[in-house]
């Protein structure tokens, strides 16, 4: 089992940055690609992002794209997802999630996906 815990979330106005941490335990977790979902209330869980265990490949969703990054530091088993120019449409609760089948490409799909942290929540003020 990999157990992951997410925090760096917490109250922002529009326009302002944050960052999200994951670390992860329990496994290699180099060995894994990670992603951030999120999910708003009334909403499915959506891709935000994702990095390959090397951390050379990476995806975003294109509402995103351009203004959040994900990285990760395998040496302290911690993915990252810094925020910039947060809008009120990024509220929702966000999802540290771990793919072990780290041959194949990085995936959007949540189904991918065996390992999910609790989440933490994102709100963004007007």
């Known amino acids: 089992q990999m157990q992951l815990v997410e925090s760096g979330g917490g109250l922002v106005q529009a326009g302002g940055s944050l960052r999200l941490s994951c670390v992860a335990s329990?496994?290699?977790?180099?060995?894994?690609?990670m992603a951030w979902f999120r999910q708003a209330p009334g909403k499915e869980r959506e891709f935000v992002a994702a990095i390959s265990w090397s951390g050379d490949s990476t995806t975003y969703a294109d509402s995103v794209k351009g203004r959040f990054t994900i990285s990760r530091d395998n040496a302290k088993n911690t993915v990252y997802l810094q925020m910039n120019s947060l809008k009120p449409e990024d509220t929702a609760v966000y999802y540290c999630?771990?793919?072990?089948?780290?041959?194949?490409?990085?995936?959007?799909?949540?189904?991918?996906?065996?390992?999910w942290g609790q989440g933490t929540q994102v709100t963004v003020s007007s």
């Open positions: 329990g496994r290699t977790f180099s060995s894994y690609t």
């Open positions: 999630a771990a793919d072990y089948r780290s041959w194949m490409p990085v995936s959007r799909d949540r189904y991918r996906y065996a390992y």
